[in-house]
């Protein structure tokens, strides 16, 4: 699951700012990709996803728990945010985020050919549905 945080626009220039210098003086662009962020996402225009805003707070070597004390989490449509507060609830929302970071990860080392748990579910509900109205033509008759 994406988790969108909203951070306030002050916050996210000041994180900006010191990633850069003390990455070497890099572009806006160049960041954003490091991060898998928009550049527009990092002159405060949109949300950044937390994993990015995780990667941000790295490379700014910036205290993540106040960055996020600040922010706010948006939903997927951006229409509302609910602040974060910090101890488990923050620790909550990582655990959430990393979980999801985690099964894209092993969704995209998995064999394509083989079956996923949910796609052999559905085919054997599609099976039983497929055995079912024979049996129940036959009672009928």
């Avoid at 490379?59 to 910090?86: C, F, Y």
């Avoid at 909550?92 to 969704?107: H, K, P, R, T, Y």
Wanted: net charge negative.
């Amino acid at each position: 699951m994406a988790i969108l945080v909203k951070v306030p626009s002050e916050v996210l220039d000041e994180l900006v700012e010191t990633a850069i210098k003390k990455q070497g003086n890099m572009y806006r662009g160049e960041l954003a990709k490091l991060i898998g962020a928009s550049k527009e996402s990092l002159e405060g225009k949109t949300s950044l996803y937390l994993i990015s805003l995780m990667k941000l707070c790295g490379l700014a070597e910036a205290d993540m728990e106040k960055v996020l004390k600040k922010s706010k989490i948006v939903n997927q449509r951006g229409s509302m945010t609910h602040s974060i507060a910090g101890g488990d609830e923050l620790k909550n929302v990582i655990d959430d985020a990393l979980e999801g970071f985690q099964m894209l990860i092993s969704e995209s080392f998995k064999d394509n050919e083989s079956e996923s748990p949910l796609e052999e579910a559905r085919r054997r509900a599609l099976n039983r549905e497929n055995k079912n109205p024979a049996r129940e033509t036959e009672r009928s008759q």
